[in-house]
């Protein structure tokens, strides 16, 4: 069907061009007087208009195999591109082949060679338009996200306050605490699951290695609870970043969406604040919810092993915190009455270090 197609227009095209050809190089007479003392046109002229669209019949029939596989790749390729690109290029192509429209005005009065002006402006302003949309596609999509975003919270929803995107890196994903985190409320916004961290997933659930495996699989049914069982708007990002590591894509992420990384890694926290990225560290939020312990409280743990430093032994309490007690060694096993002398709080944890009460009354 196509080929004939493009046959049927080589045909029309080829019998136009040599209709104006015999007007360009007057061949003959144009027209000649019937017996009946009408006007009609001449032989040549039809001769020509025959020469042509033979021409054009042959030269189209010759074209049309690889004009087709030429449209049929293209039509691939554009099918194959994200939709985040794909609307950016036409929005950009659109904008582009409008100028050219404004220009044309200006332009149309031009003879001789100067008429093909207008065709150049048009193919040069509408390329330059499409590049520069597909440059500016995170950009864009996440402008008409933002838009349909807000469509949806008027329709009988007070969009009053603004609601910032949560943009979830793997490792915050995989430990699961998100989540809860989620279900209690103090999550507002968006979360935002980038395509590349959904990849990167993946490939972890594929992993040959058993923990990473199931590491990955973790994850994966987390954000499945986090999208169908939560009352939490999700967007999953499609599109992607320049080449790079992961770490780098969100952070380069977070800044064309102008949102937030949430993670527990402690080497993406200092990347963000090296690069001036607003970052949620749950492990901050973990021990800003942890009971206060001041030194010199007294409180009873069980020491079960031995420190790293000669006689220190070691105890966790209920939410997992470590303490350190001095000369603990001799009591591992047992469980007893410690004093807290000092307490060391960073984004990887919180420590606590003391030294048994029975010492302390001893002394």
């Known amino acids: 069907m196509m080929k004939r197609m493009i046959q049927l227009f080589g045909l029309c095209f080829g019998g136009v061009l040599g209709a104006q050809m015999h007007?360009?190089?007057?061949?003959?007479?144009?027209?000649t007087e019937s017996s009946y003392g009408m006007m009609q046109r001449s032989g040549s002229y039809y001769m020509n208009v025959g020469i042509g669209a033979l021409c054009g019949l042959v030269l189209a029939s010759m074209l049309a195999v690889p004009l087709i596989r030429w449209i049929q790749q293209g039509a691939d390729r554009i099918s194959s591109m994200?939709?985040?690109?794909?609307?950016?290029?036409?929005?950009?192509?659109?904008?582009g082949l409008g100028l050219s429209a404004l220009l044309y005005p200006?332009?149309?009065?031009?003879?001789?060679?100067?008429?093909?002006?207008?065709?150049?402006?048009?193919?040069?302003?509408?390329?330059?338009?499409?590049?520069?949309g597909?440059?500016?596609?995170?950009?864009?999509?996440?402008?008409?996200s933002l838009i349909m975003e807000r469509g949806k919270s008027n329709n009988g929803e007070d969009d009053s306050s603004y609601e910032e995107h949560k943009i979830?890196?793997?490792s915050v994903i995989i430990d699961g605490r998100i989540a809860d985190i989620c279900k209690t409320g103090f999550i507002e916004g968006t979360l935002v699951i980038p395509?590349?961290?959904?990849?990167?997933?993946?490939?972890?659930?594929?992993?040959?290695?058993?923990?990473?495996?199931?590491?990955?699989r973790r994850g994966l049914d987390i954000l499945n609870k986090i999208q169908k069982e939560l009352d939490v708007r999700v967007l999953i990002y499609e599109g992607d970043m320049e080449e790079g590591e992961v770490d780098s894509k969100l952070v380069k992420l977070a800044k064309?969406?102008?949102?937030?990384?949430?993670?527990?890694?402690?080497?993406?926290?200092?990347?963000?604040?090296?690069?001036g990225v607003?970052?949620?560290?749950?492990?901050?939020?973990?021990?800003?919810?942890?009971?206060?312990?001041?030194?010199?409280?007294?409180?009873?743990?069980?020491?079960?092993?031995?420190?790293?430093?000669?006689?220190?032994?070691?105890?966790?309490?209920?939410?997992?915190?470590?303490?350190?007690?001095?000369?603990?060694?001799?009591?591992?096993?047992?469980?007893?009455?410690?004093?807290?002398?000092?307490?060391?709080?960073?984004?990887?944890?919180?420590?606590?270090?003391?030294?048994?009460?029975?010492?302390?009354?001893?002394?």
Request: net charge negative; charged share 20%; glycine share 10%.
């Open 134 to 144: 597909l440059s500016k596609r995170e950009e864009l999509t996440e402008r008409m």
């Open 23 to 31: 007007s360009w190089m007057n061949i003959g007479t144009l027209w």
């Open 256 to 275: 064309v969406l102008h949102g937030k990384v949430v993670t527990n890694d402690f080497n993406l926290n200092k990347v963000c604040e090296l690069q």
């Open 168 to 170: 979830l890196d793997t």
């Open 106 to 132: 200006a332009l149309a009065g031009l003879t001789g060679a100067g008429q093909f002006i207008p065709i150049a402006a048009m193919l040069v302003l509408g390329y330059a338009g499409m590049r520069i």
């Open 278 to 363: 607003s970052v949620l560290n749950i492990n901050d939020l973990a021990n800003a919810v942890k009971p206060v312990v001041l030194p010199g409280e007294e409180i009873v743990v069980q020491v079960i092993k031995d420190g790293k430093e000669h006689g220190q032994g070691v105890a966790y309490l209920d939410d997992g915190t470590m303490i350190v007690v001095e000369g603990g060694r001799e009591y591992i096993g047992t469980t007893m009455e410690v004093l807290v002398t000092s307490v060391l709080q960073t984004s990887a944890g919180r420590m606590i270090f003391a030294k048994p009460k029975l010492l302390e009354k001893a002394q």
């Open 82 to 95: 994200p939709t985040g690109d794909l609307f950016s290029g036409v929005l950009g192509l659109m904008i």
């Open 195 to 216: 395509e590349f961290v959904l990849e990167e997933l993946q490939h972890i659930a594929d992993s040959s290695d058993l923990l990473k495996r199931n590491r990955g």
